[in-house]
């Protein structure tokens, strides 16, 4: 995440800002709570296609320009686990690694990035060392920035990083629709 300062506070407007953002959110997105209609909309999955934090990108919303529209989340993230599947929320991301994203709600609305190692062989990613060292073969990158929002009742409120597994998979359970890739 971008440092904000130790002691930031968000303004009055921040906090309704952010309010304004996830309910614009929630709205928008309530549509691909039945994940067929996310893949027919052209979100596809990324990296993996089963777990408890799929993000399923739609390409043609990460080249549109538009950074932050509730209406065309660049992605969005599902739990899809035991054969059912639940719409947890959008995630905004810019276009490029280094560009800075709009931050209506002050610190509430928080952007983030990753530090990723790309692998040649075998191809794929692997995640940064506690050093920040990479595997051999392997070139560090950061992502471009991202901020989640959730969709769904999380106990931290929309704009939290990321949930307890425990938490997500009974949500899911509770929650999901049947789905098989």
């Not at 904000?4 to 309704?16: H, N, Q, S």
């Not at 999955?45 to 408890?52: E, I, P, R, S």
Request: overall charge negative.
């Amino acid at each position: 995440m971008r440092p904000l300062g130790e002691d930031t506070a968000p303004t009055p407007a921040e906090i309704d800002a952010a309010a304004t953002l996830a309910a614009q959110t929630r709205v928008a997105v309530a549509k691909y709570a039945d994940i067929h209609a996310a893949i027919a909309a052209g979100y596809d999955a990324t990296l993996v296609n089963t777990g408890l934090r799929v993000h399923l990108e739609n390409k043609a919303y990460g080249r549109d320009g538009r950074i932050l529209d509730p209406t065309r989340p660049e992605m969005l993230m599902y739990a899809i686990d035991d054969g059912k599947a639940t719409l947890l929320g959008a995630v905004f991301q810019t276009p490029a690694a280094g560009v800075a994203a709009p931050t209506p709600g002050g610190p509430i609305t928080r952007w983030h990035a990753h530090d990723v190692c790309l692998t040649l062989l075998p191809p794929g990613f692997t995640v940064m060392s506690a050093y920040g060292t990479c595997p051999l073969f392997s070139v560090a990158v950061t992502t471009s920035e991202m901020m989640h929002i959730w969709t769904v009742d999380h106990p931290g409120g929309p704009y939290q990083d990321d949930a307890p597994d425990a938490w997500i998979r009974a949500y899911n359970e509770a929650n999901g629709v049947d789905f098989h890739w």
